[in-house]
Nanobody
Framework: QVQLVESGGGLVQAGGSLRLSCTASERAFGRYAMAWFRQAPGKERELVAA????????IYSDSVKGRFTISRDDVKNTLYLQMDSLKPEDSALYYC????????????????WGQGTQVTVSS
């Protein structure tokens, strides 16, 4: 059982930056593909970014490409999301998730989820 704990959310003005962190309990953290999802009120949960392994491929949603950067530290069992040039539409509850499946774009493939951290961007 992998436990994931997010931190780093908060209130920021448009144009500002935040860095989210997600710490995993699992020693085999490096064997999982990791991702950040977000869900705004009244909207479906959407994939923001995913990363397979250190130095490996990362994917981003079109809405955050060029502004957000996903990274991981397998020694610290930690996943990061650096969010720059934030916009009000980025406001949501952000979740980290883990999977061993190959289809990292498929929400249903993620077996483990954190509780989420709130990001609010004011205009």
């Amino acid at each position: 059982q992998v436990q994931l704990v997010e931190s780093g959310g908060g209130l920021v003005q448009a144009g500002g930056s935040l860095r989210l962190s997600c710490t995993a309990s699992e020693r085999a953290f490096g064997r999982y593909a990791m991702a950040w999802f977000r869900q705004a009120p009244g909207k479906e949960r959407e994939l923001v970014a995913a990363i397979i392994w250190i130095g490996g491929s990362a994917i981003y949603s079109d809405s955050v490409k060029g502004r957000f950067t996903i990274s991981r530290d397998d020694v610290k069992n930690t996943l990061y999301l650096q969010m720059d040039s934030l916009k009000p539409e980025d406001s949501a509850l952000y979740y980290c998730a883990a999977t061993r499946a190959l289809g990292v774009r498929v929400t249903a493939n993620y077996n483990y989820w954190g509780q989420g951290t709130q990001v609010t961007v004011s205009s």
